[in-house]
């Protein structure tokens, strides 16, 4: 079993900036790739960022030049500078991650989620 503990949600004013943590623990034999994605109430699921275990990022094209995924390996955490926010990325923001698990098989896990509310 995988457990993906976000912190680092809350309130800000526009034009503010959060920082987001995602810390994975389990059985992880190896990491595929960790993200972010968000939901807005009465909006579907969006991805906000991705980073492969090679580095290689995926941006939505809502949050380009604006956020920064980073990652520590050792520490299985993926953390997400959010900047100039805009009241438009008020959303819960899920942390996911594609994991490698026994019997080489990869599985994906979610966090339980944490409120980002930006106040115009």
């Known amino acids: 079993q995988v457990q993906l503990v976000e912190s680092g949600g809350g309130l800000v004013q526009a034009g503010g900036s959060l920082r987001l943590s995602c810390a994975a623990s389990g059985s992880i034999l190896g990491i595929n790739a960790m993200g972010w994605y968000r939901q807005a109430p009465g909006k579907q699921r969006e991805l906000v960022v991705s980073v492969t275990s090679g580095g290689s990022t995926n941006y939505g094209d809502s949050v380009k030049d604006r956020f920064t995924i980073s990652r520590d390996n050792a520490k299985k955490t993926v953390y997400l500078q959010m900047n100039s926010l805009k009241p438009e990325d008020t959303a819960v923001y899920y942390c996911?991650?594609?994991?490698?698990?026994?019997?080489?098989?990869?599985?994906?896990?979610w966090g339980q989620g944490t409120q980002v509310t930006v106040s115009s």
């Open positions: 996911n991650g594609d994991f490698l698990m026994v019997a080489n098989s990869i599985r994906r896990y």
